[in-house]
Nanobody, 123 residues
Framework: QVQLVESGGGLVQAGGSLRLSCTAS????????TGWFRQAPGKEREFVAS????????LYGDSVKGRFTISRDNAKNTVYLQMNNLKPEDTAVYYC????????????????WGQGTQVTVSP
């Protein structure tokens, strides 16, 4: 069974940048679409971005379009989320997960969730 591990979170000032990584065990990871979600305290898990298995197509949530970029390196079994121009409202735990559904934006479309990485953006 594939296991996903997120890393790269931390504390950053508004306007700053972070790059999150999602590294998977197992060779089958590269055959799945991968998504990033986030969850702030007291809020539902929110879709952030997704990328197809080959990396040829991406999808973004409205709140991050133009600021975040998702990419993947299948040779390293890793998916990245480059986050620029961060805002305090981006503060959340960020999760990655895999999906066999193309362009899925709901948590139920994904499985094999990682443990999450905390991103905190100060004003």
């Amino acid at each position: 069974q594939v296991q996903l591990v997120e890393s790269g979170g931390g504390l950053v000032q508004a306007g700053g940048s972070l790059r999150l990584s999602c590294t998977a065990s197992g060779r089958t990871f590269r055959t799945y679409n991968t998504g990033w979600f986030r969850q702030a305290p007291g809020k539902e898990r929110e879709f952030v971005a997704s990328i197809t298995s080959g990396g040829g197509s991406t999808l973004y949530g409205d709140s991050v379009k133009g600021r975040f970029t998702i990419s993947r390196d299948n040779a390293k079994n890793t998916v990245y989320l480059q986050m620029n121009n961060l805002k305090p409202e981006d503060t959340a735990v960020y999760y990655c997960a895999r999906s066999s559904i193309l362009r899925g934006t709901e948590p139920r479309n994904y499985d094999s969730w990682g443990q999450g990485t905390q991103v905190t953006v100060s004003p």
